[in-house]
Nanobody
Framework: QVQLVESGGGLVQAGGSLTLSCAAS????????MGWYRQAPGKQRDLVAG???????NYADSVKGRFTISRDNAKNTVYLQMNSLKPEDTAVYYC????????????????WGQGTQVTVSS
């Protein structure tokens, strides 16, 4: 089994910063893609930022230039540095990881964290 544990959410004023962390634990061969999604009330869950095992990144247009995703492969941890936060960034943020359980030929299985609330006040 693979567990993703998020931390770092909270309440911040507009213009402030937060850093989210997500650590993967359990038994697995490798982690491919890691990403952060968010879901606001009444809306669908959308990708915020993603990073491959090689370090390639992609971002939603709404967060480009403000958010930075990074990962520490040795610690199986992904981070999301969020700067210049806006009220519209308010959402539950979910960590996602694509994991190969047994070998390089194993299928990639998606795992999700429990979510962490980020609230940005105006």
């Amino acid at each position: 089994q693979v567990q993703l544990v998020e931390s770092g959410g909270g309440l911040v004023q507009a213009g402030g910063s937060l850093t989210l962390s997500c650590a993967a634990s359990g038994t697995f061969f490798s982690i491919n893609f890691m990403g952060w999604y968010r879901q606001a009330p009444g809306k669908q869950r959308d990708l915020v930022a993603g990073i491959t095992s090689g370090g390639s990144t992609n971002y939603a247009d709404s967060v480009k230039g403000r958010f930075t995703i990074s990962r520490d492969n040795a610690k199986n941890t992904v981070y999301l540095q969020m700067n210049s936060l806006k009220p519209e960034d308010t959402a539950v943020y979910y960590c996602n990881a694509g994991v190969r359980r047994i070998s390089s030929r194993s299928p990639i299985i998606d795992y999700w964290g429990q979510g962490t609330q980020v609230t940005v006040s105006s």
